[in-house]
């Protein structure tokens, strides 16, 4: 089995996966007579067809090492995870050759960051390290399959850095 090394979420090694969502630096404006600062337009929304839509999830827990069988992605739009309790969570992309994901890899996302896959883009699923697992999930709500899933032949262990 393959072994992969989970690594720091940062902007940087995330980019061409997707967008790393975090109030850090200086606000886009403060607001709320000068008592909250705001991050505006963080991350692309990009869809085929169909509208923005907010769903809230649910996630059983998962621990490492974890054993990676399984990535999706959504060809006709992102999808933005948002955590709404102030714990880390384990964030899995993965390249594509010729509509196969290769070259899987693991990031923590510590507290207070959230991610935004970038249309197509394979992925692990929603998996949260610790309770209560609420994600609150902007993807694109329309007709159609928005779901590809990809089943790998022999399964990659995910362990800490």
């Known amino acids: 089995m393959k072994v992969i090394k989970t690594q720091a979420l ?11 969502l975090t109030a850090a630096g200086d606000p886009t404006v403060m607001i709320n ?7 505006s337009d963080l991350a692309e929304l990009d869809f085929s067809d169909g509208q923005a839509g907010i769903s809230i999830f649910k996630s059983e827990i998962r621990t490492l090492p974890y054993e990676l069988d399984m990535v999706e992605r959504h060809p006709d739009g992102s999808q933005a995870f948002i955590p ?16 196969i994901p290769v070259n899987p890899q693991a990031f923590i996302a510590p507290k207070g960051q959230a991610i935004n896959f970038h249309r197509n883009i394979w992925h692990g699923v929603l998996t949260p390290l610790h309770e209560p697992g609420f994600f609150a999930v902007i993807d694109r709500i329309g007709g159609g399959e928005n779901l590809e899933e990809y089943i790998f032949k022999a399964p990659y262990l995910i362990q800490n850095e």
């Open 10 to 20: 940062t902007a940087q090694a995330f980019a061409p996966f997707g967008d790393v």
């Open 33 to 39: 007579q000068g008592m909250c600062a705001r991050y």
């Open 84 to 99: 709404m309790g102030n714990q880390p969570f384990m964030v899995v992309v993965a390249g594509d050759q010729d509509g």
